[in-house]
């Protein structure tokens, strides 16, 4: 009995052993440690068609879940992840998840998409088409579900950017930018990049039906997207008085809390399945009139 549990002390002074020297690593060590472990986990947030409901895709968001099971905001990692160079690996951990996780749903249905965030370094060298390449290719997903999303900062370069967008677009992906006017972009090389889809930033939605000057601005961005032939993506959206706004001025998709939080991938495919036998049911009542 003495034996017994002097084990069981002895494992539990290790573990609080532990514990504590955890506790005293810089934040670096500790996403170090994190990446080697392989702690990256993704949600899926659903992008919908706003007029229908219908989703389209959905955006991948990574958490890090830590060994207690809590879960990690990406805004707390992903500054310190970009200056140390972790970004990549992170990124490579979300790209696999993705093809872990939707493999299935995505071969099942051609016409919904992934859409990965894209730190600037990766859309600077390229990276990240191999690292796609890599983690997709093995799988039956086809390049034209996996879209790609950068922030303004990621474009700041338009030779280097241009030159990956126009890469990435030859093999069959959609690229968009993220955030749309929270950085410094000037409309010059807006013009010049061969982007895809312009998500507005979530704080402009937000603004939607507050007696507030800024609201005046979403009709301009979206004309001014219209005008550039890029696809608009409402971020952010979390009231019907907000979609109704985005669909009466011709805002096609959204994606916000009105229709989905970020959810796990078993949820976000139960999610999915439900989206599309609703809109098989749809049908049936007008094929019933005849
Ligand atoms: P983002 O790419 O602009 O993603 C949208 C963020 O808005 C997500 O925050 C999402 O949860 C949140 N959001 C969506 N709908 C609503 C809404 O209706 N209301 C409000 N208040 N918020 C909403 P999240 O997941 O915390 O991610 C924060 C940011 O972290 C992302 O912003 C993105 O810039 C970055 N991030 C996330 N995953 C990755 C990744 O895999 N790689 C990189 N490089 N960055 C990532
Ligand atoms: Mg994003
Ligand atoms: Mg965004
Ligand atoms: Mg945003």
């Known amino acids: 009995v003495f034996l017994l549990f002097g084990g069981f002390a002895s494992i539990f002074i290790v573990a609080m052993i532990m514990r504590q020297s955890r506790k005293r690593l810089s934040p670096l060590s500790e996403l170090q440690i994190a990446v080697r472990k392989r702690e990256f986990i993704v949600h899926y947030q659903p992008i919908v068609e706003l007029a229908t409901g219908n989703c389209v895709g959905a955006e991948a968001l990574v958490r890090w879940k830590r060994p207690d099971g809590s879960l990690v905001r990406p805004d707390l990692f992903i500054p310190l992840a970009e200056q140390s160079g972790l970004i990549?690996?992170?990124?490579?951990?979300?790209?696999?998840?993705?093809?872990?996780?939707?493999?299935?749903?995505?071969?099942?249905?051609?016409?919904?998409?992934?859409t990965i965030n894209v730190c600037a370094e990766d859309i600077k060298s390229g990276r990240i088409l191999e690292a796609v390449a890599a983690r997709i290719g093995r799988t039956g997903i086809e390049n034209r579900q996996i879209w790609l999303e950068a922030t303004e900062r990621g474009l700041l370069d338009i030779e280097e950017a241009s030159r990956t967008i126009e890469e990435a677009r030859t093999r069959g992906h959609k690229v968009a930018i993220d955030d749309f006017g929270t950085g410094y972009s000037s409309l010059q090389y807006l013009q010049n990049l061969p982007l895809d889809t312009l998500k507005i930033d979530k704080s402009f939605i937000n603004t939607i039906n507050r007696q507030s000057a800024t609201s005046s601005v979403v009709p301009h961005i979206i004309d001014m997207a219209k005008a550039l032939n890029l696809s608009v993506v409402a971020e952010g959206v979390e009231t019907v008085e907000q979609a109704e706004y985005l669909i009466e001025h011709g805002v096609e998709y959204g994606q916000g809390w009105h229709y989905g939080k970020p959810m796990p991938a078993d949820?976000?495919?139960?999610?999915?399945?439900?989206?599309?036998?609703?809109?098989?049911?749809?049908?049936?009542?007008?094929?019933?009139?005849?």
């Open 88 to 114: 990549q690996p992170i990124t490579d951990q979300v790209i696999d998840a993705v093809a872990r996780d939707l493999n299935e749903l995505l071969v099942q249905y051609r016409s919904v998409h992934v």
């Open 267 to 290: 949820i976000f495919i139960a999610y999915l399945y439900e989206n599309m036998k609703r809109r098989r049911a749809d049908v049936i009542p007008l094929r019933r009139l005849n």
